[in-house]
């Protein structure tokens, strides 16, 4: 059975501001960008579904100035704006990594969580801080991106830092209290807020 949306459904939501539209998009081609991203382009998963949500921000948003002959015609529209991303993902240095919290092995799992599992968020940035003394290249980033993480919620400020630190989403959510559902998500906008935060 072939449950495709067809596309001029999915163009109908979107012109009218209608919810379903991005989620049909979801739907229709979010899990296939995803896995091409990490088999063809070697992103880790994070940064797959990164790049997949900003091509569906993007379509949401354009989309409607097309006009489209057929299905095969707006799948080749979806699937060059998602290279189009791809290729910016490779040619910009990720923020993350700029500031190398995939570097940061010092601080074990004891010292994040206290005795009821609520993130010690204070001693994590410590952790950040005191791993990037040494290099005072690196100072001016770190203290900059404490006090742009201090203006994150909480939620968003736990999801960053647990997740640099190489916890699943499970974890997180366990830790955190939390439902699983679209943690994703939640954690994608909340780089981005950081990343605008940390650039003005």
């Known amino acids: 059975m072939d449950d495709k949306i067809a596309y001029s459904d999915i163009l109908s939501h979107i012109c009218e501001r209608d919810s379903l539209g991005i989620e049909a998009l979801y739907r229709q081609y979010a899990n296939q960008m995803r896995g091409y991203a990490i088999s063809k382009w070697e992103l880790d998963e994070d940064s797959a579904w990164d790049?997949?949500?900003?091509?569906?921000?993007?379509?949401?948003?354009?989309?409607?100035?097309?006009?489209?002959?057929?299905?095969?015609h707006f799948d080749r529209l979806v699937f060059k704006f998602f290279l189009n991303f791809l290729r910016q993902h490779h040619r910009k240095n990720r923020f993350a990594r700029e500031i190398k919290w995939e570097s940061i092995t010092e601080t074990t799992a004891a010292e994040i969580a206290d005795e009821d599992s609520e993130v010690n968020?204070?001693?994590?940035?410590?952790?950040?801080?005191?791993?990037?003394?040494?290099?005072?290249?690196?100072?001016?980033?770190?203290?900059?991106?404490?006090?742009?993480?201090?203006?994150?919620?909480?939620?968003?400020?736990?999801?960053?830092?647990?997740?640099?630190?190489?916890?699943?989403?499970?974890?997180?959510?366990?830790?955190?209290?939390?439902?699983?559902?679209?943690?994703?998500?939640?954690?994608?906008?909340?780089?981005?807020?950081?990343?605008?935060?940390?650039?003005?």
């Open 121 to 200: 968020t204070e001693k994590l940035i410590s952790a950040i801080t005191d791993f990037y003394d040494a290099d005072e290249g690196e100072s001016t980033n770190l203290e900059k991106l404490e006090e742009c993480l201090q203006m994150l919620d909480p939620l968003e400020r736990d999801l960053l830092l647990l997740r640099a630190r190489g916890y699943s989403y499970e974890e997180m959510a366990r830790m955190l209290k939390i439902d699983n559902s679209h943690l994703n998500v939640k954690r994608f906008r909340a780089e981005q807020k950081l990343i605008k935060l940390f650039n003005q």
């Open 51 to 72: 790049v997949v949500y900003q091509t569906l921000e993007a379509l949401v948003l354009k989309l409607p100035r097309y006009e489209f002959k057929d299905q095969a």
